[in-house]
């Protein structure tokens, strides 16, 4: 017993400062190790020591690209190399090749991205603009030449020709020419040609052009022309363009409205027209005008008018409008009208009106209590 404690008293301190020192050892190691990876500004994963210049210039994005492609290039031929003698595969050399095909790809697409422009080739774009906008207007103006040039001669023959074929066809090649200056020579037309199409198409022509010619035109052919057709066609016919600017990066709208100073006509013509359709056809044009004082003209016309199924057709076109003169009208129809047909179209379109959101804001109507 005495042996073995003076053994271990022995070689047991020996064994102990061993295993002290070496966790120290080999934190020290490390220590050194990661002080030396760390780059000149402090930056992890470089190998390059701390006391390398710090003065060389940045790499670029591009000069990334450029290493990245040749390294990819050179495992390209590699695994061309080993791919002749058998010791690589046909998958292993094509995903190279692939990102090889890849990377040229970014590059050119960076290229592209950053590539300042060519004074000569911006220079020589202006030009090539300058040049094609000349062009559009010579030939703008060429065509407009052939245009005024041709009216005359068709317009001639369009009054002349003793074929009502030949007068209706040059009528037509006169509207496709579209020129302003054509519209009073047609409405001579629509009030002497013998023949009732030419005058229906000479008509229609002057429509087309949808300009505020057009509808001066109109409005007095209107009261020229004996024939109800025409009248009719004149009715129809009133429209203008008119541009509009949209509400966000959209092209201007372009849309078809009827003129408002053709209300007082449309109001006249909606209350004694010599037909229920010509007044049903003016009462219609009536309705899409939008505002108040239109309303106020469609009231009139109910006001004045006997004929049942039309005072129908304006109360529905009153309940579409939506606004408070209409409103109180239809009130006004529920509660007095002679017409029951009329009281029950207007009860049902008020309800319709005040269950919307968009309903006008009108005080709660006056209802009678019904006789004890």
């Given amino acids: 017993m005495k042996t073995y404690l003076r053994c271990s008293l022995q070689t047991e301190p020996p064994r102990l400062t061993a295993a002290f020192w070496t966790k120290p050892i080999v934190l020290a190691v490390l220590v050194l190790s990661l002080g030396w990876l760390r780059g000149p500004a402090g930056e992890p994963g470089t190998t390059a020591p701390a006391d390398l210049p710090t003065g060389q210039p940045k790499l670029t994005e591009r000069d990334y690209l450029v290493e990245e492609l040749k390294l990819v290039e050179q495992q390209v031929a590699q695994e061309e190399k080993l791919a002749e003698s058998g010791r690589s595969s046909a ?3 094509l995903s190279a090749k692939r990102s090889l095909l890849s990377l040229r790809r970014q590059l050119a697409a960076f290229d592209e991205r950053t590539k300042r422009p060519d004074p000569a080739d ?4 202006k030009r090539e603009a300058e ?3 000349k062009a559009a207007e010579e030939q703008t103006r060429q065509v407009a030449a052939s245009k005024a040039e041709m009216a005359p001669v068709l317009l001639d023959i369009a009054r002349k020709d003793t074929d009502a074929k030949v007068r209706y066809a040059a009528v037509d090649a006169v509207a496709a020419l579209g020129l302003g200056s054509s519209i009073e020579p047609l409405s001579q037309i629509v009030l002497s ?3 009732n199409e030419v005058r229906v198409r000479a008509l229609q022509a002057i429509a087309a052009f949808r300009s505020p010619a057009s509808t001066d035109a ?5 009261d020229t022309v004996p024939d109800t057709q025409l009248k009719l066609q004149a009715v129809a016919g009133l429209k203008e363009v008119e541009e509009r600017l949209p509400r966000s990066n959209y ?3 372009v849309v078809e409205v009827v003129p408002v100073k053709a209300v007082p006509k449309l109001a006249q013509i909606a209350k004694d027209g010599p037909t229920p359709e010509l007044r049903r056809t003016a009462i219609q044009q009536l309705h899409r005008i939008p505002g108040e004082a239109t309303t106020t003209n469609l009231v009139g016309v109910y006001e004045s008018c006997v004929d049942s199924q039309t005072k129908q057709y304006l109360v529905q076109c009153l309940g579409e409008r939506r606004d408070a003169v209409a409103a109180r009208k239809l009130v006004a129809i529920a509660q007095a009208d002679v017409d029951p047909r009329s009281r029950q179209v207007a009860v049902h379109l008020l309800g319709a009106m005040f269950s919307s959101p968009s309903s ?3 005080p709660r109507p006056f209802i009678p209590s019904p006789p004890r």
């Fill in 91 to 93: 998958d292993k050399l």
């Fill in 122 to 125: 911006t220079e020589r774009r």
């Fill in 131 to 133: 040049e094609q906008k």
């Fill in 193 to 195: 040609d013998p023949d």
């Fill in 218 to 222: 109109l409005l007095r052919l209107y």
């Fill in 251 to 253: 092209p201007v709208q």
């Fill in 360 to 362: 006008p804001s009108l």
